[in-house]
């Protein structure tokens, strides 16, 4: 959008252009939060945000790879939330847990939802080849 058009709706909402160009401006200062690992799942049942089985399932996966809990930050999103939610986050790599979500980075991975891992045998080798690409990516 050009800066008269810009200004030509600024001006229907009444709103100085001061303003806007000031709120953009404290939204860039908003800080990022840091981590190692994101790891993002959608609406789940079997949540990994949730202390039990299925986090500690997640835990031992990411362990295996050399990742210690501190450094897993888990969160549950909607589909429509992912870019939003990655703006959030300074991670140094990010895995998308369901089938919703897509990777848009090379630092992002898309792997099965630990809960499907446990509930089928099958998944464990493509899962495994998948944390062996994150734990390259973190050297």
Request: proline content about 4%; hydrophobic content about 35%.
């Amino acid at each position: 959008m050009n800066a008269s058009l810009r200004s030509h709706y600024l001006e229907a909402f009444g709103m100085p252009e001061f303003l806007h160009i000031q709120a953009k401006t404290q939204d860039l200062n908003v800080p990022k939060i840091d981590t190692q690992c994101l790891v993002i799942e959608t609406k789940n049942p079997h949540s990994f945000c949730q202390t039990g089985k299925i986090q500690d399932f997640l835990f031992k996966m990411l362990g295996a790879i050399g990742l210690e809990e501190s450094d897993i930050k888990c969160i549950n999103i909607n589909t429509d939330d992912l870019n939003q939610t990655l703006k959030q986050y300074n991670a140094n790599i990010v895995l998308l847990m369901s089938t919703d979500l897509k990777p848009s980075s090379h630092k992002h991975f898309a792997s099965h939802h630990p809960s499907e891992v446990l509930a089928n045998e099958q998944l464990k080798r493509e899962t495994w080849e998948m944390l062996k690409k994150v734990k390259q990516c973190l050297k």
